[in-house]
């Protein structure tokens, strides 16, 4: 238990649906990331809110976006995703910014039909 | 060419035998990061250094700056240690190798 809390653990969706992963820590960490990790490649960096401030891979598409309501709450949202989509999605979380040791979650497991 | 080298790819090992896993970068960095990764998904940071060694329990991580290289040593290793271990390197962004497959026999 990292205290970084992911829902759904499974997701499957065609590729018409819109669907969200969410993210939640009360750790009091003031930065959180959403990474891809798809098979024999390294964690793809997608999307970091720290101090309020998005940074994004700027080769993430549009049908992935993001939402940070607070600094405990992250989302991810789905929409007319494509099956190369298909990939373990992690959330994480450090204290400072970006600095510190590393919280992951569990990790959302998308299926896109 | 990435960044941040990992060696070996994958390993096995019988249980008991000492294990080392290598990451070498090539970029200027703050920190060096040690994470495992289960077969359900989840990682767990293991270290975090910025220089010299770090031991928690079996798990010893050393860093040479100089060398712009990290080792991640498993003593008396057991099955549950079977994962696969990350190196990540702080720059002014996070960058990933792509992991060390390791699996211990009984």
């Known amino acids: 238990e990292t205290g970084v809390t992911q829902t759904p653990r499974h997701l499957v969706m065609g590729m018409t649906n819109k669907k969200s992963l969410k993210c939640e820590q009360h750790?009091?960490?003031?930065?959180m990331y959403w990474y891809k990790q798809s098979a024999k490649k390294p964690l793809e960096l997608m999307f970091v809110?720290?101090?309020?401030?998005?940074?994004e891979n700027n080769s993430v598409p549009s049908r992935f976006s993001p939402e940070c309501p607070n600094s405990s709450h992250l989302f991810l949202h789905l929409h007319t995703l494509q099956p190369e989509d298909s990939a373990l999605y992690l959330c994480?979380?450090?204290?400072?910014?970006?600095?510190?040791?590393?919280?992951f979650g569990e990790g959302s497991r998308l299926t896109v039909l | 060419k990435n960044e941040v080298e990992q060696s070996p790819q994958n390993l096995t090992a019988q249980e008991g035998e000492f294990i080392t896993i290598n990451c070498s970068y090539s970029?200027?960095?703050?920190?060096l990061h040690w994470l495992q990764q289960h077969p359900g998904g989840g990682i767990v940071s293991l270290f975090m250094?910025?220089?010299g060694k770090k031991k928690h329990g079996r798990l010893i991580a050393t860093i040479n700056i100089q060398e712009k290289h990290s080792s991640l040593h498993i003593t008396a290793s057991h099955p549950r240690d079977s994962a696969v271990y990350i190196c990540?390197?702080?720059?002014?962004?996070?960058?990933f190798g792509t992991g060390t497959r390791l699996q211990v026999f009984p």
């Open positions: 809110y720290s101090l309020e401030e998005r940074v």
């Open positions: 750790l009091g960490h003031n930065a």
């Open positions: 970029v200027g960095i703050s920190a």
């Open positions: 994480a979380s450090r204290l400072g910014g970006y600095t510190g040791e590393l919280f």
């Open positions: 990540a390197v702080d720059t002014d962004k996070l960058i």
């Open positions: 250094l910025s220089s």
